[in-house]
Nanobody, 120 residues
Framework: QVQLVESGGGLVQAGGSLRLSCAAS????????MGWYRQAAGKQRDLVAT???????NYADSVKGRFTVSRDNAKNTVYLQMNSLKPEDTAVYYC??????????????WGQGTQVTVSS
């Protein structure tokens, strides 16, 4: 029983900033990679950024230099700081986490998604 709850989405003007948060709760032994994906209307869900438990990051080319992913392992939370937002960043953003349970069972979990809309 793991839940990922996202927050921080909303409407922002081009050039502005938003910070997304995603907190994992429930029966968790360890969380591996956490990340963010986004899905624009009529398009596939694409990777935005990931971060390992050790802090190694990976970004889509379209957000490099503008977005920063970070995490607080003590809080089981991953963040996405989004700066210099563009209208093409408009999408539903989904949190993802690889969760291992004390039983050894592991799987990926998804948040419910949070809407980010960037106006021109």
């Amino acid at each position: 029983q793991v839940q990922l709850v996202e927050s921080g989405g909303g409407l922002v003007q081009a050039g502005g900033s938003l910070r997304l948060s995603c907190a994992a709760s429930g029966s968790i032994f360890r969380i591996g990679v956490m990340g963010w994906y986004r899905q624009a209307a009529g398009k596939q869900r694409d990777l935005v950024a990931t971060i390992t438990s050790g802090g190694n990051t990976n970004y889509a080319d379209s957000v490099k230099g503008r977005f920063t992913v970070s995490r607080d392992n003590a809080k089981n939370t991953v963040y996405l700081q989004m700066n210099s937002l563009k209208p093409e960043d408009t999408a539903v953003y989904y949190c993802n986490a690889e969760v291992a349970h004390i039983t050894g069972f592991s799987r990926q979990y998804w948040g419910q998604g949070t809407q980010v809309t960037v106006s021109s």
